[in-house]
T-cell receptor, first 109, second 113 residues
């Protein structure tokens, strides 16, 4: 079946630090992969997506590459800001969307 | 440019009470979803509707019912609330292929005492 496993948090980083949040997946077929972000008190918003192997999704300085050989879609950002503090969800789209458990990120000045 | 609108934002119920969570989208999407979000468990699918007139169970449907009233509206009903249903509930709709992106409402925080 389909499932997503992502790195547990919480993660606390200093401003301008490098961020990696790991995500691996199990899927039948060739799903699209997503990162969603949830700011406090809000619903989830799409951060980036990739639809096929070796695609790189990017947005707001965040990047993730669809790695079929390692079934991974790790989220990275070279220099985080306080405004990046949020919960990040990895997801895949098979016949439905499947979400990871979420990783809370706090960036301190 | 409302997107997905959910009401209410907050609700407190006593065990055994009933209530309906309302959701509407103005993007002409066919597919709509109800999720619950619990600490350490991420988002779990309760029910979904692939199109007007159809509904299907998701991962955790017990204790809930849904109605797809028309293309815009998809409501979630708790007939007899239980403390285990204390959660944050999100409605979402999905755009068509090839984009297939989920759009979320801002959530309903429900406490059942």
């Amino acid at each position: 079946g389909n499932s997503v496993t992502q790195m547990e948090g919480p993660v606390t980083l200093s401003e301008e630090a490098f961020l990696t949040i790991n995500c691996t997946y199990t899927a039948t077929g060739y799903p699209s992969l997503f990162w969603y972000v949830q700011y406090p008190g809000e619903g989830l918003q799409l951060l980036l997506k990739a639809t096929k192997a070796d695609d790189k999704g990017s947005n707001k300085g965040f990047e993730a590459t669809y790695r079929k050989e390692t079934t991974s879609f790790h989220l990275e950002k070279g220099s985080v800001q306080v405004s990046d503090s949020a919960v990040y969800f990895c997801a895949l789209n098979g016949n439905q969307f499947y979400f990871g458990t979420g990783t809370s990120l706090t960036v301190i000045p | 440019n409302a997107g997905v609108t959910q009401t209410p934002k907050f609700q407190v119920l006593k065990t055994g009470q009933s209530m309906t969570l309302q959701c509407a989208q103005d993007m002409n999407h066919n597919s709509m979803y109800w999720y619950r979000q619990d600490p350490g468990m991420g988002l779990r699918l309760i029910y979904y509707s692939a199109s007007e007139g159809t509904t299907d169970k998701g991962e955790v449907p017990n204790g809930y019912n849904v109605s797809r009233l028309n293309k815009r509206e998809f409501s979630l009903r708790l007939e007899s609330a239980a403390p285990s249903q204390t959660s944050v509930y999100f409605c979402a709709s999905r755009s068509r292929a090839p984009e297939e992106k989920l759009f979320f409402g801002s959530g309903t925080q429900l406490s059942v005492l």
